[in-house]
């Protein structure tokens, strides 16, 4: 504790700790961490304390036993430790270690609100069946428990949702994949010929804003920008002929799309869509974190529901057959406003009576 922030190396505090942990000590790590907030703070200024404190929560949260979960959550829990940022990146770590039935107690025992309602929904994205557990489901259905915003979700994955990115942790880091850019799917050729209705923008900065959620992360945290537009069509657009219609909107982010430089359009299912809405919204763009995976699910419906049309206020069933009964489109295309690094998102939905196309784009640079 003493000489942390003068060492150089801090792989030698990692070891020791390792080694208490594996003797059975899990009491130790949790004592470290508490002791190093209490001293430092929370360290932001220290890399040192950064290290050590992810090292020690990482350890405990991705191996296997139960007490190591109980010092997991007395860990997060302490007065000098608790935060929400924390708390949605723990119960990631749980989520992706542990099992359903092993994570129980922090349902009935020491864990925040903001913890347990994160960790119900990191696991309901891992496939756990969350209602044939008694002390989650118990929680999760409770009357007397506040509101929380992650209460409109559904406690079971919807048909869309099964082909979720999920991070993978161990005690050195973790890994993801990224669902963005070109996509070989994507035909490059616009039909020429197609009949295009005239269209009005009605984008409101309700509506952008709802459409951009899933991406904010990246405008306000990383170099990332997006745009989100509706427009209302003066005649019912055929499926096939919304790349041609994306052309003649004025999209920013199709400036000088022309012959030199093509646009990549294909039809893509809502769960195509939605996957590559919960990767922004989860993992985040070049420079940050993320939501993690409970509010990144959120986000990830928030935009579909947006660029659905769904009405304000609907439940999560209303929005899900809205957004089936959309006609979905997945672009790109070589232009100044995507930076074509490794972040780039371009999604069009056409609603149920073809008189509403909804376009968001975004882009991201380390």
Not at 216 to 243: Q, T
Request: proline residues 5%; hydrophobic residues 45%.
């Amino acid at each position: 504790m003493t000489g942390l922030p003068d060492l150089r190396n801090v792989t030698g505090v990692w070891a020791a700790v390792d080694g208490r942990v594996a003797r059975g000590d899990a009491a130790f790590a949790a004592d470290l961490g508490i002791a190093l907030a209490a001293a430092y703070g929370t360290g932001e200024h220290l890399w040192q304390h950064r290290s050590v404190f992810d090292h020690l929560l990482r350890l405990l949260t991705t191996t296997a036993g139960p007490e190591n979960v109980t010092q997991a959550l007395r860990l997060v829990s302490s007065a000098e430790v608790t935060s929400e940022k924390l708390d949605r990146y723990t119960a990631s770590l749980l989520a992706s270690g542990h099992e359903a039935a092993d994570l129980a107690e922090a349902f009935t025992g020491r864990a925040s609100e903001e913890l347990r309602a994160c960790l119900v929904h990191e696991l309901v994205l891992r496939g756990a069946v969350v209602g044939e557990e008694p002390g989650i489901m118990g929680w999760a259905t409770s009357p007397h428990r506040s509101p929380h915003p992650l209460g409109w979700l559904p406690l079971m994955l919807s048909g869309m949702e099964e082909s979720a990115d999920l991070p993978s942790y161990s005690i050195r880091g973790s890994g993801h994949s990224m669902p963005y850019g070109p996509s070989e799917s994507r035909e490059p050729a616009v039909d020429a010929d197609a009949r295009v209705p005239t269209a009005e923008e009605t984008t409101t900065t309700a509506a952008a804003s709802a459409m951009g959620t899933a991406v904010d992360n990246w405008v306000e945290e990383s170099n990332g920008r997006s745009e989100a537009r509706v427009f209302d069509l003066a005649e019912p657009l055929h499926a096939e002929s919304v790349p041609a219609a994306l052309l003649t909107l004025g999209l920013e982010c199709l400036h000088r799309t022309g012959k030199k430089t093509a646009l990549s359009a294909a039809a893509c299912s809502p769960a195509q869509a939605w996957r590559v809405l919960f990767a922004a919204a989860s993992t985040g763009g070049a420079y940050n974190s993320g939501s993690y995976g409970a509010y990144g699910r959120l986000a990830a419906w928030q935009s579909l529901a947006a660029l659905a049309g769904s009405p304000e206020g609907a439940s999560a069933a209303e929005v899900e057959a809205q957004v089936l009964d959309c006609v979905w489109h997945s672009f790109g295309a070589d232009t100044e406003w995507f930076w074509q690094v490794a972040w780039d998102i371009g999604l069009a939905a056409l609603s149920p009576d073809r008189r509403r196309l909804a376009v968001l784009a975004a882009t991201d640079t380390d």
